[in-house]
């Protein structure tokens, strides 16, 4: 079974930028775009399960609301 996601969250080029996956295991593609008119990230995953996929969303959703975070602090210093 191959699972594909596609998924478009607000965000910036910071954000994308520390979003963006540079090492992959064999069979897994995750793939963050950004659309810079539109404010928006969009990100592609495609795997063999369900499991991974969700291991996948949990680990870009954490790291997702850190670059927030971040962007925050760096803000507000």
């Known amino acids: ?4 996601y ?9 954000v994308y930028r520390s979003l963006k996956v540079d090492d992959v295991n064999e069979g897994l593609i995750i793939r963050t775009s950004y659309n810079g008119e539109k404010g928006m990230l969009e990100l592609y995953v ?6 991974s996929l969700k291991n996948v969303l949990d680990d870009y959703f954490k ?12 803000r507000e210093g």
């Open 6 to 14: 596609r998924m478009r969250i607000p965000g910036n080029e910071i």
């Open 1 to 4: 079974m191959r699972v594909r």
């Open 63 to 74: 790291n997702y609301e850190m670059s927030l975070k971040i962007l925050e602090i760096v």
């Open 46 to 51: 495609e795997t063999d399960s369900i499991g």
